[in-house]
């Protein structure tokens, strides 16, 4: 195996420069590529058996791995779910938005994405590619009001950003309305009766619907639906996104599934699993394989509290969720938001690889628009590189960005630069809203958490966070929080994507 120790600096001008390095093509893949982009839900860094993880049967995945290339160094963006939806959607910040702290949209929240903003779809179906959408959306649907009237048609929505077709979820499995989303419809709706949705999100339901759907079935429905699209849209080149639900909470796997000796968390992670089998095993059936982007990865880390449940019986029982990594889920911590992240693409990403180069999700769109050699419109995909060398070089390059800005769920932001992680406690921009119906102020929250005094870290020799070394280092810490608000108050990181 190719390890890449790739020796990140502080020289902003080889980033750019190797970020723009022509595309290359081979003769047995000349064609422009399908793409599929997988993104799991609270999928930790620790949970595959490519990643470390023991006792797990991910034999699809670890042989994506192994047909491509692993990265150790991908982040999310946020530590929660729409954050990092945004950002991999659109390669912009989700704090450079009207949302600022952090936290996900709730369950009737209004289209985030504003239509015209380029996206992953748009893109693609810029360039003449079918496109589609299928599980957890959790952006919103409508505009123009505060919340949505699931009693009309929920458009905008994934079909106004440049998907030709959505079948999912509109938020997490608990929410309402308790029925799958088809295009702007909720399927089986009772004619002339009205949606209601009642009570809380574990145990809502929803009135106006034939019949509920089942939590227990809903990764077999989205994953039916989305090997049926490719098998009905593959004669020209294809992009699909598909958003499982898996390993969300509720931790309900289907019956197919048992035998893990993590419990149902374990034949959780079985079905995602076999869900991407099924996505691979039709592309080999097609013949497509071969000339296919695939990658995967997750919106956040997994939820490591020992009481959470399921989450909690998988971790006494020995899964190491997140790795070593220290937090997860909602936290500033690398558990948080540094992700498994596979790419294959034969002929041109060395199979059997692993890669150290530093990436972020927001990075697919301005990567996807070098492999298919599309310009990227003024003031689009602010914080999206191309990252493509990262996914095709053979030999480890200069790195592909020269820093990543990550968000909290508390919006405690943090800067990784080289072997380096910086986190703002102090003097940080102060939110509150009362957009969920509660009233956030992280300023207050990071001072009762007695967390007052900006941080430091050497992620190459400290990758499990243990040792604050600031107070050593305190004019490369100035330096870094120097860089983060200046990148936070200029809009763009990428520099051809400012005026």
């Known amino acids: 195996m190719i390890l890449f120790r790739s020796k990140l600096t502080l020289f902003f001008a080889a980033a750019i ?4 390095a022509p595309f290359q093509t081979t003769a047995a893949t000349a064609t422009r590529p399908n793409i599929i982009v997988i993104l799991a839900d609270d999928f930790g860094y620790g949970s595959l058996g490519s990643y470390g993880a023991q006792g797990l049967k991910t034999p699809h995945l670890d042989r994506l791995a192994q047909e491509g290339r692993r990265f150790t160094q991908a ?25 600022k ?4 949209l709730g369950p009737n929240a209004p289209l985030h994405i504003e239509p015209g903003r380029l996206t992953l779809a748009s893109l693609c179906k810029s360039e003449n590619y079918r496109t589609a959408a299928f599980g957890k959306w959790h952006l919103g649907f409508q505009a123009g009001a505060a919340e949505v009237d699931w009693n009309q048609p929920l458009k905008p929505g994934p079909r106004a950003l440049g ?9 997490n499995p608990g929410n309402g309305p308790h029925a799958f989303i088809e295009d702007e419809n909720i399927v089986g709706r009772i004619p002339g009766e009205k949606i209601v949705i009642a009570g809380a999100e574990a145990k809502g339901t929803t009135k106006g619907i034939q019949t509920p759907r089942v939590v227990d079935r809903i990764m077999e429905t989205i994953t039916a639906k989305a090997t049926a699209w490719i098998e009905a849209n593959h004669a020209t080149p294809f992009f699909l996104y598909f958003a499982p639900n898996a390993v969300h909470g509720p931790i309900v796997p289907n019956p197919k599934f048992t035998g893990s000796p993590y419990g149902s968390y374990g034949d959780f992670i079985h079905e995602l699993d076999g869900s991407v089998g099924q996505l691979l095993a039709t592309l080999e059936r097609l013949k497509l394989a ?4 695939v990658i995967f990865t997750s919106d956040n880390g997994g939820i490591v509290e020992a009481g959470n449940g399921n989450t909690g019986k998988a971790m006494t029982a020995g899964l190491a969720i997140n790795g070593a990594l220290r937090g997860g889920k909602h936290t500033e911590w690398e558990g948080g938001f540094r992700e498994p992240f596979i790419v294959r693409w034969p002929g041109h990403v060395p199979a059997r690889t692993v890669s150290e180069q530093v990436i972020c999700l927001t990075d697919l769109l301005a990567t996807f628009a070098g492999v298919l050699q599309a310009p990227l419109p003024p003031g689009q995909a602010e914080d999206s590189f191309n990252v493509l060398r990262a996914f095709t070089e053979a030999k480890p390059g ?3 960005r020269d820093s990543v800005i990550l968000q909290s769920a508390d919006a405690t932001y943090t800067l990784r630069q080289g072997d380096w992680k910086f986190i703002e406690r102090t003097d940080a921009p102060t939110f509150a809203t009362d957009r969920n119906k509660r009233t956030l102020d992280a300023a207050a929250h990071k001072k009762a958490a007695g967390l007052s005094t900006d941080e430091l870290y050497q992620l190459a020799t400290d990758p499990a966070e243990t040792t604050d070394v600031r107070a050593a280092n305190l004019n490369r810490a100035a330096a870094l929080k120097k860089l983060l608000v200046t990148a936070r108050d200029r809009g763009f990181t990428r520099p051809d994507a400012g005026p």
Do not use: K
Not at 17 to 20: A, R
Not at 77 to 90: A, I, K, N
């Open 17 to 20: 420069l190797s970020s723009l």
């Open 290 to 293: 071969e000339n296919t982007l």
């Open 101 to 104: 702290d952090g936290e996900v």
């Open 75 to 99: 982040y999310a963006p946020g530590s929660v779910c729409s954050p990092t939806r945004y950002g991999l959607m659109t390669g912009r910040y989700y704090w450079r938005s009207s949302i």
């Open 163 to 171: 998907f030709d077709y959505f079948f999912g979820l509109g938020g």
């Open 398 to 400: 200069a790195p592909v």
